[in-house]
């Protein structure tokens, strides 16, 4: 009897085949050792020793601010200005210096990094022995060995490895984001080979490398064999990393590697690992975000899979403390042991590709040694046993519960798929126990007895077909599909448990006979095809199948993602989910993490799948809007509408309308839509500031399409992070990184590009009037030129020259006065140029370092003490200079020490310090008191609810 068990998957991400044409052939165990740049050196440094001062120098002045101070420095040269050109050349040389060090600093950084790598020491095989060379070393064509617990150092097809089931096992955490176990397969002919023994004269042909992790195709020629296809089941990904084998052998076929490469808040707490900036050229940004993208799963969730609801034959239970209960009545657990139900559990225990860890294992082959069951320990000891009796060989109750306890009443599965684990092991907490693969052979334990299944194929989910079936040896559905709806409300993960029985000449015919085959002879990475040839020949056997029941997977909620959204929702910030869910499911997680509101009016586009169905429903959402009293609209849209909208001539009013929503949810999206959205509304009329945030490598097109990528670093890998501009490690930093620090960088750089404006007039205001005094036209006038700043709205920037001019003139005209009146040399010696300017100089240092002070909103000891000794260091530098006898721009000596001794000119910097900056004072505190009164006067925004799934 043959027994087809599938996995309907209702969420899903998707990917692309390659269809490239460009192949290389690559002769296995001959590296290639002519072509440098095909070595297995990587690079992510920016600079050579050699070139980094041109290129650190033509980067840094590509800078529009730095290329406008190097202007002005050589017209400050070029012409006689009345100010010294050092006065433009040291801030902008010791700026552009102390990028360079930086820049050069991190650079070296990389350097170090990239040389640690390169010189670490992997195992080759050459000619069947075993040699250590370093990392960098690795050609296309060389034959590596990588033991369990190392990292892959370059992509490998599979050869060989530990045992003779032709397996190995890998994580791929630092690539893809997923901490749970991978199978590679080592092509069929080759199973059993150790390195001393593999066929000489075997020729990959493959095509050249591609940006999707997910997609390789290529052919192995063995001498006096058919040639095989290559697929990624063959592929080991430099960077993953081999566990549960104790090697595996595989030839190089793509080498080296090139990238172009903050707070105790944002630390993670389980793990400490702090946020990372992986740019410093994006923070003003921060502050300007409009909408923001987000991932669903392990960005808004946790990713940690709890089953929580099933359905068998129309009757809906829920798991409590370890307990089956029928949620129509909960005074008693039901009998887990029942036909329908047991089988059900079966099914879960037996269709998957979870592991048992080698550990657990070992233990158990230890274990059943001391029983003496025979078949068992066979089974353990790696010996193949073939059995069609479903019900094997017994062993007691006492004894397999002392197997169990030995490990902690748990066995760690290891999965590559997070529900594939909580349903094995919610089937191990009702006594339904897998315990085990060897080969072909599946070792369950049910109750007290044991059972073995061969296990004949295992048809992979991909997210065309969205499910996965699994060939073993050894009632309603309509109930059903109404329980998959209750639990997909609840915000759980739904998956469809069907089987068949499938004739044995039936599947001879598909899995060995012409139909199959021809097809995979034909499969390879220039022909897409034949890869649709052979998912048709696996719908051949998922035909006519039986619905049995469903599960429901929990996925946890974040920590303070309500309170983070809602934040950034009263910030006016717009948060768009983009998920590959189910719109039921989508829509309850976004209820549960406030994204949505329960009274927000819903605008759906679901299902759309022509343009007259699409026009009509952009005319009723565009209608919507246009309604007077429209408030908190949400827009729900699903992959097969959003496939109508994206690249065609709806996209404008698509567009018009999800611009207007305050939340928008897209549902069952691959990752090439998410990064088209992003693109379709950062390239929209409004052109708004956008950013994006997901964990996984299907999040890295949206992370990078965004004006600001940020990526998670949680417990599934590295990849999003590594690409994205920032890395943090919750989705809850977001809110302090935007709305705290995104705000003030914002502030202080508007403050600072304007402050730098505002004492350049004070300085050249007061230049000018001095110009136009009747006794002073012997000096030439100062010619300042300022240019807008994008960063600065014309009322701000109007205000601080308003500041600007009326500070020059209280500074300039109390001066003269003073002067005039002979009220500052108090010793009878006449007053020069040079006593005028020392004392306008003065008060304007005094002045424009006591006003930033003013309009600083965040005091630190190092700002107060940057502001308190720009003023002490003024005066020291004058008081040393005054004691000089120098003959070049004039005789100053004694000028600035008569100023000090003089109780009139500390009397006038009383008067002008009070008189230009009390108005500011009084300017800013009725400001601030105006824009309280403003946000007490808003709209008082709706009680958010937070529940949990």
């Known amino acids: 009897m043959i027994v087809v068990v599938k996995l309907h998957g209702l969420d899903s991400w998707g990917n692309k085949v390659s269809a490239t044409t460009q192949t290389r052939q690559i002769d296995v165990g001959s590296p290639v050792e002519g072509e440098k740049k095909k070595h297995n050196k990587i690079k992510t440094s920016k600079y050579t020793l050699l070139w980094f001062l041109p290129k650190n120098l033509s980067e840094q002045f590509r ?20 100010v010294s050109p050092f006065t433009s050349i040291l801030p902008l040389s010791f700026v552009v210096l102390v990028t360079a060090v930086k820049q050069g600093y991190e650079d070296w950084l990389r350097h170090k990094a990239d040389n640690k790598v390169n010189n670490q020491i992997v195992e080759i095989v050459h000619k069947g022995v075993i040699n250590e060379v370093r990392n960098s070393s690795i050609a296309p064509g060389t034959l590596v060995r990588v033991r369990r617990g190392k990292e892959v150092p370059a992509d490998l097809v599979l050869l060989c490895s530990a045992g003779d089931k032709g397996k190995c096992y890998v994580t791929t955490a630092n690539l893809d984001g997923e901490t749970n176990l991978k199978t590679l397969r080592v092509p069929p002919p080759l199973v059993g080979f150790t390195p001393d023994i593999l066929p000489h004269g075997m020729k ?25 296809v290559l697929t990624p089941d063959h592929l080991m990904l430099r960077g993953s990393r081999v566990k549960n084998t104790e090697w595996a052998i595989g030839c190089a076929v793509y080498t080296g590697s090139l990238f172009i490469a903050w707070d105790e808040d944002l630390r993670c707490e389980e793990t400490g690992r702090p946020a990372a900036a992986n740019t410093s050229d994006l923070n003003e940004e921060l502050g300007q975000v409009e909408v923001l993208f987000s991932d669903k799963t392990g960005t808004l969730t946790k990713n940690l899979m709890v089953f929580k609801a099933c359905s068998i034959k129309g009757q809906m239970y829920e798991e409590k403390e370890s307990k089956l209960y029928d949620v129509e009545r909960f005074d008693e657990p039901v009998d887990v042991f029942q036909t329908d139900i047991k089988f059900f559990f079966k099914i879960l225990a037996l269709c998957h590709s979870v592991q048992v860890s ?24 790696r010996k193949k046993i073939k059995t069609n009796n479903t019900n094997g060989s017994v062993v007691d109750n006492v004894t397999w519960n002392s197997i169990i306890n030995e490990n902690g009443n748990k066995i760690d599965y290891q999965a590559s798929s997070p529900d594939e684990k909580a349903l094995v092991e919610v089937a191990e907490r009702f006594d339904i126990t897998f315990l085990g693969e060897e080969g072909n052979d599946l070792l369950l334990k049910v109750g007290e007895h044991t059972e073995m299944y061969e296990r004949l194929q295992i048809i992979e989910f991909t997210s065309e077909r969205k499910r996965m079936s699994v060939i073993l040896r050894d009632r309603d559905g309509k109930e059903t599909d109404r329980d998959i709806n209750i639990f997909a409300n609840k915000g759980l993960r739904t998956l469809a448990i069907a089987y068949r029985e499938v004739p044995e000449d039936e599947y001879e015919k598909v899995a060995e006979g012409k139909i199959f085959s021809s097809a995979i002879k034909r499969l390879d990475g220039k022909n897409a095809e034949s890869l649709q040839q052979v998912t048709q020949q696996y719908r051949a056997l998922e035909r006519h199948l039986t619905l049995i029941g469903a599960t429901g997977v929990e996925d946890c909620l974040q920590d303070n993602v309500a309170d983070t959204l809602a934040s950034l929702r009263a910030a006016g910030v717009k948060t768009w989910v983009l998920t590959g869910d189910k719109v039921e499911t989508a829509i309850n997680v976004a209820q549960s993490c406030a994204h949505i509101s329960e009274n927000d009016r819903r605008m759906f586009m679901i299902g759309v799948e022509d343009n007259t169905t699409l026009q009509a429903h952009i005319d009723e959402c565009s209608r919507i809007i246009s309604e007077p009293s429209y408030r908190d609209l949400t827009l729900v849209v699903d992959g097969t509408s959003m496939t109508q909208v994206l690249d065609t001539e709806y996209a404008p009013a698509f567009v018009n309308i999800a611009i207007k929503c305050h939340a928008v949810l897209c549902c069952r999206l691959s990752p090439i839509q998410k990064a088209k959205i992003v693109k379709l509304i950062k390239e929209s009329s409004e052109r708004p500031i ?50 705290v620090m995104g705000h003030w960088y914002n502030q202080r750089l508007a403050t600072l590009i304007q402050y730098f404006f505002y004492k350049n007039l004070v300085l050249g205001n007061i230049m000018c009037r001095y110009c136009f005094s009747p006794s002073q036209n012997s000096n030439p006038p100062l010619y300042s030129s300022i240019k807008k700043n ?45 006593c005028y300017g020392a004392v306008t100089f003065h008060l304007l240092t005094v002045i424009v370092n006591l006003k930033l002070w003013l309009h600083a ?12 000794l720009s003023i002490i260091i003024y005066m020291f530098f004058n008081t040393a200079y005054s004691f000089m006898y120098l003959q070049i721009d004039g005789d100053v000596l004694g000028t600035y020490i008569r100023l000090l001794s003089s109780p009139g000119f500390w009397f006038l910097n009383l008067v002008v310090v009070v008189g230009c900056l009390l108005p500011d004072f009084f300017v800013r505190i009725i400001s601030e008191r105006l824009i309280r009164t403003r946000i007490m006067k808003r709209p008082t925004e709706p009680t958010v609810f937070v529940t949990s799934l």
């Open 857 to 868: 909103r965040y005091h630190t000891l190092l700002f107060v003490l940057s502001v308190v």
């Open 63 to 82: 800078r529009i601010v730095n290329f406008y101070f190097l202007i002005v420095t050589i017209i400050s040269i070029v012409i006689d200005s009345p």
């Open 690 to 739: 956008t950013a994006a945030i997901g964990d996984g490598a299907n999040d890295i097109s949206m992370i990078q399409e965004a004006h600001v990528g940020f990526g998670i670093l949680g417990r599934e890998g590295h990849q999003a992070g590594r690409s994205a501009d920032f890395a943090i490690t919750k989705f809850s930093m977001i809110k302090k990184i935007l709305l």
């Open 204 to 228: 990959i042909e493959v095509p050249h490398p591609v940006a999707d992790l997910y997609t390789f195709y290529g052919r192995l020629e063995i001498p006096y064999k058919d040639s095989l």
């Open 358 to 381: 080698n550990e657990d294992m070992k233990k158990l082959s230890a274990r059943l040694s001391v029983t003496g069951n025979m078949q068992l320990m066979s089974f353990f000891k």
């Open 790 to 834: 994008k960063l600065m709205s014309w009322p701000y920037f109007v205000s601080w020259c308003v500041a600007a001019t009326y500070h020059s003139l209280v500074i300039y005209w109390f001066s003269y006065l003073a002067f005039k009146n002979s009220v500052i040399n108090l010793d009878g010696k006449p007053v020069d140029l040079w």
